[in-house]
Every structure is written in structure tokens, then in C-alpha cells.
């Protein structure tokens, strides 16, 4: 089957490269999502312990059939080490809870790479895609992520039960960004 990767488009940020996967970043995606620490705070349909062909999977079955449909994943490349996927976040247009997701490599953690990842494609978002709000959440017990929506004028509106790789955290933050706050923000920063 062909797929048209031509719908995503790629973006480079101040340190990173956003880009449509390729057959050649599936080994070092699969390298760096094989993570517990990476995998616990996603959804509960993600497998634990992952499988070896995980990625390959996931790659052939969720995200090249729906690409650029209302679906929209982009690798995360440092603009230093090009050839290496160290992490992933995507967009979908059809959820009433969550429209983003992203993972990034334990190694690079802790250095703002997400909160540029996830600036760009807010841009995108807002800018190309039509969103006029994006909803998120978040494990209560993942700082790191909820940080991300604190940094980048997303508005915190309560918990909700939801299932998690972690089967001891019970319950999601639910948080609202509106084109309007993100525009705002966006001015200020
Ligand atoms: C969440 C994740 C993407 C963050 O990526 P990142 O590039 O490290 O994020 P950033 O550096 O841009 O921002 C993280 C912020 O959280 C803070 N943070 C992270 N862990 C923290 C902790 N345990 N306690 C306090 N603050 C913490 C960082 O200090 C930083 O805030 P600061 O800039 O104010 O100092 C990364 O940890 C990850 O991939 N986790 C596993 C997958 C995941 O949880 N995905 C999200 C599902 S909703």
C-alpha cells in the first residue's frame, strides 16, 4: 500500500526536528519507547511488557492508514543527531478528552525539548489545522507532562478516572487550551 506522508509537514524548532516516520527510524523509536518509564503514564491500551515489533505495529497498522487524515504524528529528531527518533507527538481531531499525545527518550529528559515540540505543533494546531480548542490530560502523578500544559497557557479543569499502563494511578488531570489563550500566550512569550 502507498501512503502519502506529504500531509505532514516538517518543522524544525530551535534544537529539534519534527518530521514524518520513516521505515529507517522504526528500530531507534522502538530502542527508546521500550521504556517503562516512557510507557506507564500512556494509555492502558498500549501493551506492557512491550512487544519486540511494537513499534513496526503500530507504525503499519495505526499511524500510516490514518496520517494526515484527522490524525497527525511527527517524530522527534535532534537537529545534532539527526538519524536517531528520540521521541514522538501527535495530534487527533475527533477526541472530546485528549487531542495530543507525546513521549520522549528517558535520556532527554528534564532539558525543555517537549515544551518545544509541543509549542510548534500547537502552532500548527491553531494555525493550519483549524483546531479552535485542544484538549488534554495527563496522569495526576505525571509532573513532567503537566508541567508542559502549565508552561504553555493551558487551563486546568479537573480529574477523571482513566486507565493507565500504570495500574496504580486511577485518575487524569483534564486540561483545555482555546486558540484564543494560545494566541495570547503565544504574544507574550
Ligand atoms: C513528559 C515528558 C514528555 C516531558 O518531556 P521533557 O522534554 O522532559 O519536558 P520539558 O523539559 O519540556 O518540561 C518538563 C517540566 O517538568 C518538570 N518536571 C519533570 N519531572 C518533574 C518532577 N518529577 N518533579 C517536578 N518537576 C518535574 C521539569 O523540571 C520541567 O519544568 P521546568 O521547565 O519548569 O523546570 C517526558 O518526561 C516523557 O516522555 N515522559 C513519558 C511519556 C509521557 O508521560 N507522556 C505524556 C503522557 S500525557
Known amino acids: 500500500m502507498n501512503y502519502d506522508l506529504s500531509m505532514i509537514p516538517t518543522f524544525e ?8 516516520v520513516t521505515t529507517k527510524d522504526l ?9 517503562y518509564e516512557v510507557i506507564r503514564y500512556l494509555a492502558s491500551y498500549v501493551p506492557w511488557p ?4 511494537g513499534v ?19 517524530g522527534l529528531f535532534l537537529k ?7 521521541g514522538g507527538i501527535d495530534l487527533w481531531r475527533n477526541s472530546a478528552i485528549d487531542n495530543r499525545g507525546f513521549w520522549l527518550a528517558r535520556k532527554c529528559w528534564g ?20 483546531f479552535e480548542i485542544l484538549h488534554f490530560g495527563n496522569a495526576i502523578t505525571n509532573i513532567g507532562s503537566r508541567r508542559i500544559k502549565e508552561k504553555t497557557g493551558a487551563t486546568y479543569k479537573g480529574t477523571r478516572p482513566f486507565k ?3 495500574p496504580e494511578v486511577h ?12 494566541l495570547k500566550f503565544r504574544n507574550k512569550t
Open 13 to 20: 524548532t530551535q534544537r529539534l526536528i519534527l518530521r514524518p
Open 27 to 35: 528500530p531507534s523509536y522502538q530502542k527508546n519507547f521500550n521504556d
Open 50 to 53: 512491550y512487544p519486540e515489533k
Open 56 to 74: 513496526e505495529e503500530f507504525y503499519y497498522k495505526m499511524l500510516l492508514p490514518k496520517q494526515g487524515k484527522d490524525y497527525w504524528h511527527w
Open 80 to 86: 545534532d543527531e539527526p538519524n536517531e527518533t528520540i
Open 111 to 130: 532539558k525543555g525539548y517537549m515544551t518545544e515540540a509541543a509549542s510548534r505543533i500547537n502552532d500548527h494546531a491553531f494555525d493550519d489545522l483549524g
Open 164 to 166: 493507565f499502563v500504570d
Open 171 to 182: 485518575d487524569s488531570q483534564v486540561w483545555e487550551l482555546t486558540k484564543a489563550n494560545w
